[in-house]
Nanobody
Framework: QVQLVESGGGLVQPGGSLRLSCAAS????????IGWFRQAPGKEREGVTC???????IYAAGMEARVTVSRDFAKNTVFLQLDNVNAEDTAIYYC?????????????????WGQGTQVTVSS
């Protein structure tokens, strides 16, 4: 049984950074792709980044400069760091697994989802 658990959300000041964790069980993050998505109030869920089993990364348009995705195999955890945040980064952030070694382009391609963690950017 695959489970993904996000943590690390909360209140972040504009211009600051956030670091979220996605702890996986039932799959090994060194063998499967893991993606990060977010959904802002009133908006559709959108992709942020994805790392495949080989460690190759893809990013949503315009986000690569602010996003860092990394893995800790010992902890079986994937991390998302987002720098220089602004109010538009306020959203629920989800990690998800497509059940594949490769990243997939659409959220509908992802079979397993965490419960999400709320990030609010505000002073």
């Amino acid at each position: 049984q695959v489970q993904l658990v996000e943590s690390g959300g909360g209140l972040v000041q504009p211009g600051g950074s956030l670091r979220l964790s996605c702890a996986a069980s039932g799959l090994h993050v060194d063998s499967y792709a893991i993606g990060w998505f977010r959904q802002a109030p009133g908006k559709e869920r959108e992709g942020v980044t994805c790392i495949n089993s080989a460690g190759e990364k893809i990013y949503a348009a315009g986000m690569e400069a602010r996003v860092t995705v990394s893995r800790d195999f010992a902890k079986n955890t994937v991390f998302l760091q987002l720098d220089n945040v602004n109010a538009e980064d306020t959203a629920i952030y989800y990690c998800a697994a497509p059940g594949s070694v490769w990243c997939r382009p659409f959220s509908s391609d992802y079979d397993f989802w965490g419960q999400g963690t709320q990030v609010t950017v505000s002073s």
